[in-house]
Structures are given as structure tokens and as C-alpha cells.
């Protein structure tokens, strides 16, 4: 048996497809433990409107993605704990996978696979890896190598970690409202091994029309996830972590770039990925950022 997690906050529309899409794997041999995390909507009425004996439901006040996600880690009886978002899916044989790669490559205690992105339009994409074997199924040694040149080879829906594994780290980071996960998968490679399958077993739906959309969610000022990456370099400086960090502050001086009254911090981002990575492409974020704002959004669209 192995133990599913699903952090529930305000997804009354999308909760049940994300528990059927459980309910239906190939593999039946589970308990899912919903954490609804303060939920307003109705959510909890949607999961226990679903009759199964294996859905466990636990309730607490609204205290963030990565606190409900350690909630059900806690509550999980078995010694393997996959994950999934309420909003998202996944395909029918994603559990058969995970588990034929722990069966494949014993001495792992991450198991993860590739998945699919869809758009607002019902757009499916698959996600771009560079870096890595021909074969379908392989370990993943050079993660960061991979994750510095790739989209995220992995994200909160298409992995099962080895419980043990994720206590060790301290679980999923408190505080932290934007990317947890990827600090989350940082700690795990930097201390164990990672098995993976490059069919995609997972659907993440982005909730965009477009890259161009204004972003969701703005970067924290205290940028904790950053500090920590930095943390994990001086203790292991592992190959290609450097130029893992100097993505992420891309991937937030991108995200400063496309909102108004953000340009500083889009440069002081940029700098911080040259501290760890010379990537000349970067001087394009800079003059952008000058550029007055509507028509910094028209170029970029172009672009």
C-alpha cells in the first residue's frame, strides 16, 4: 500500500476530477488523505460527497500548500507518499509507474515523471527536457543539470517520495507560498537518489491563457527559497547547482518583469543570476526593464 496526499484549499470545481483521476489509477492498493486547508467554497462537501472507503479527510485552518502537504505526510500509514495538487490530475497509469520504477531502482527514494502542462484553451504541452538518456526509464544523477536547462523535470503531482526521505529534509518548508516544491526537490536530490520515467503521467493545468497573462502570484520579498539553494551550495556544492540558482532568480526577475512598478527588482534579480551563472541573454531582461510598462508588455508579447 502507499499513501496519496491532497492539499485542498477553495477547489470545489476541480477536487473531484483530481480524486477520480486517484480513484481510477490501475493500481487500487492506496489511501488518499485530503487535507482541506481552511477551505470556504464547499470543497470538504465535494470529497465527502465521494463514497470510499480508502479517502481519508482531515480539516484544519488555512496554513498554507506546504504545511497541509506535511499535515497528510504525518497522517500517511504507509511508508511511500505520492502527491497531488486538487487542481490537477493524473493519468490512469501513474501509480503502476512510480511503482515499477521503485520495483526497477531499489536503492531510490525519489521516484518521479514527466508530465503535461494544459492552458485555459485546453492547450496540452509537454514539458521540454534537455540532458537526459534516450531510455523512457533511468536515474536521474544530474538533476540540477538537468532542472538548470529544462522545465522543472518534475513538480508536486508526478512524484513519490520515500517517507523517511521527506522527513529528513523537514518536509515541505514553512513560510513559503512559491516554490516550495522546487526547494523541496533540491533538498531530496542533493541527499538521495531519483528514479524517472519521461512519459508523462500527469496533467498540471496552468490556469493561463498565455506566458503573457500577469502572473498569479508576485515573489516574496524575502526570497527564503533562494537563500536556502545557497545554503545547499556551501554545504554540497553539487555540479550545475550554481547555475540551478542563477535560474531561479531568472524565473523571478521574469516575473518582476512582466508586472508594473517592478522593474528594480527585476534587475536586482538579474544580477543575482549573474553572481551564479554568466548568461548574456540576461542584458535583454535589463533594457526591458527600463522600457515604460505598456510598452514593455507589448514587446515582450512580440518577442
Request: charged letters at 25%; one cysteine or more; aromatic letters at 10%.
Amino acid at each position: 500500500m502507499l499513501s496519496v496526499v491532497i492539499p485542498l484549499y477553495n477547489k470545489a470545481a476541480t477536487v473531484e476530477r483530481a480524486i477520480r483521476s486517484v480513484l481510477n489509477q490501475t493500481v487500487q492498493d492506496f489511501e488518499l488523505i485530503v487535507v482541506n486547508n481552511g477551505s470556504t467554497d464547499g470543497s470538504e462537501d465535494v470529497v465527502k460527497s465521494i463514497v470510499d472507503s480508502r479517502i481519508i479527510l482531515i480539516s484544519q485552518d488555512n496554513q498554507g500548500v506546504s504545511m497541509a502537504r506535511n499535515r497528510g505526510v504525518e497522517a500517511a500509514n504507509s511508508d511511500w507518499v505520492a502527491f497531488l495538487d486538487a487542481d490537477d490530475e493524473w493519468k490512469p497509469t501513474f501509480l503502476e509507474t512510480v511503482l515499477s520504477l521503485k520495483e526497477k531502482y531499489p536503492d531510490c527514494s525519489v521516484f518521479a515523471t514527466a508530465y503535461q502542462r494544459c492552458n485555459a484553451h485546453g492547450v496540452f504541452e509537454d514539458i521540454k527536457l534537455l540532458g537526459v538518456p534516450l531510455e523512457e526509464n533511468f536515474r536521474m544523477d544530474n538533476y540540477f543539470e538537468v532542472a538548470a536547462v529544462s522545465d522543472p523535470p518534475f513538480c508536486s503531482i508526478s512524484v513519490m517520495v520515500k517517507k523517511e526521505a521527506l522527513l529528513s529534509i523537514g518536509g515541505f518548508p514553512k513560510g513559503v507560498h512559491q516554490g516550495e516544491d522546487l526547494l523541496t526537490w533540491a533538498r531530496l536530490a542533493a541527499n538521495y537518489k531519483i528514479a524517472y520515467c519521461s512519459v508523462p503521467q500527469s496533467i498540471f493545468y496552468t490556469g493561463e491563457q498565455s506566458a503573457m497573462d500577469l502572473p498569479k502570484r508576485v515573489p516574496a520579498d524575502n526570497d527564503i527559497v533562494g537563500q536556502e539553494l545557497e545554503k545547499i551550495h556551501k554545504q554540497t556544492p553539487l555540479p550545475y547547482l550554481d547555475k540551478y540558482i542563477a535560474k531561479w532568480h531568472k524565473m523571478r526577475a521574469s516575473i518582476y518583469l512582466r508586472l508594473p512598478k517592478q522593474a528594480k527588482k527585476c534587475r536586482e534579480e538579474v544580477r543575482q543570476a549573474q553572481h551564479w551563472h554568466r548568461n548574456n541573454k540576461l542584458i535583454y531582461y535589463q533594457i526591458l526593464s527600463y522600457i515604460p510598462y505598456p510598452l514593455r508588455m507589448k514587446l515582450l508579447r512580440i518577442l
